[in-house]
């Protein structure tokens, strides 16, 4: 199983500062993987994929970069909507076998 | 838009079964592979079983091999998920969710809001 670890478990950002987001692969993903954002008692919504691609509709001020085995993501300027928790997923397997991050949560400073 | 409904939680006894529903519009169901994935109060994500177009070719995590078993019906534009031989570990909210084309496997991209299971005596 590809473990996948995030790293802090908590952020505290001020609102129009930069958040930065770690993801590691326990081997490498090549550029499979993929960010979500949570916010309570919602579903996740898909920001990123194939590392670095923005899903529709998702705001310029998110962006994923990296690939095999480290990946960041970055919100350039926090805004109130962007409080949330954070997941990285790989989806580098066939047959498939999808693992998450255990989830950064990005909170107001 | 593409609109994903699950239904069918609730709670179960150890032991029990249950069967989750997701009924989809807004988008050519019979296109797209589709998934359930599961999040247990307070913890994070963990996927359990994949469905090709199909019906055809399935997957389950190991967690839940030989105890789950999903599949679709293409007519109804929905997605099932029955659930046997139910344990405290499986409690959680219970999504559906599209699977993109990407990589081996494609990915999540749409997800319903989920249905909660709960085991317990």
């Known amino acids: 199983e590809i473990v996948m670890t995030q790293s802090p478990a908590t952020l505290s950002v001020s609102p129009g500062e930069r958040a930065t987001l770690s993801c590691r692969a326990s081997?490498?993903?090549?550029?499979?993987l993929a960010w979500y954002q949570q916010k309570p008692g919602q579903a996740p919504r898909l920001l990123i994929y194939g590392a670095s691609t923005r899903a529709t509709g998702i705001p310029a001020r998110f962006s994923g970069s990296g690939s095999g085995t480290e990946f960041t993501l970055t919100i350039s300027s926090l805004q109130s909507e962007d409080f949330a928790v954070y997941y990285c997923q790989q989806y580098n397997n066939w047959p498939p076998a999808w693992t998450f991050g255990q989830g950064t949560k990005v909170e107001i400073k | 838009q593409v609109q994903l409904v699950e239904s069918g939680g609730g709670l179960v006894k150890p032991g029990g079964s249950l069967r989750l529903s997701c009924a989809a519009s807004g988008f050519t169901f019979s296109d797209y592979y589709m998934s359930w994935i599961r999040q247990a109060p307070g913890k994070g994500l963990e996927w359990v079983s994949y469905?090709?177009?199909?019906?055809?070719?399935?997957y389950y995590a190991d967690s839940v091999k030989g105890r789950f078993t999903i599949s679709r019906d293409n007519a109804k534009n929905s997605v099932f998920l029955q659930m046997n031989s139910l344990r405290a570990e499986d409690t959680a909210v219970y999504y559906c969710a599209r699977v993109l084309a990407g990589g081996p496997s494609g990915l999540p991209d749409y997800w319903g809001q989920g249905t909660l299971v709960t085991v317990s005596s």
């Open positions: 469905i090709d177009s199909s019906g055809s070719n399935i």
């Open positions: 081997q490498s993903v090549s550029s499979n």
